[in-house]
């Protein structure tokens, strides 16, 4: 065998040995804790955080806050832009400064998304649940100052959207 054959499948060898442990890395790094029956909040990043049943998205990214109470699981949530940069080369994920409030109704899975703070209130208040509640709306500023300040260093000019709002 030439020097040059071994040298290709070295160089392979170590190519799918790196690729195969950046993908267990990743995979170990997401974390899903048991919030409610079947409903896990999955989070591996702050800026990628969700929740699933079965394996399903119900959320999507990302829930910022949330409060787990009987029968629901009420929580605030910016939504995230996937992002395909430098043809195909890197992958990027970005929080728009957008406010979502949501409301999942574990039993039957049903999940209602409000832009409006004053209408997400009222249905907490007609669903006799809003002493239960203890949400902290301040977390809309601080996520946004900190990862908007991130933003601010990184080029999305060569980013084209992925999928808008669509979690992995």
Known sequence: MTKRR?????????????????LIFFQLMRIDYHVADDFYYVSGRFDNSYIIKNEEVVVESTVIDFDAIPDYIVGLRMPTQYLECDGGAGYKIRILNKRKY??????????YEYESKDIFEEKLV??????LISLDN??????????????KNIDFTECEPQRDGVTH
């Open 138 to 151: 301040s977390k809309f500023d601080s996520t946004w100052k900190t990862y908007s300040g991130y933003y």
């Open 126 to 131: 007609y669903l006799d649940i809003e002493r």
């Open 6 to 22: 071994k040298y290709i499948g070295c160089a392979t060898l170590v190519f799918v040995f790196s690729t195969i442990s950046v």
């Open 102 to 111: 949501f409301i999942l109704h574990t039993e039957d899975g049903s999940v």
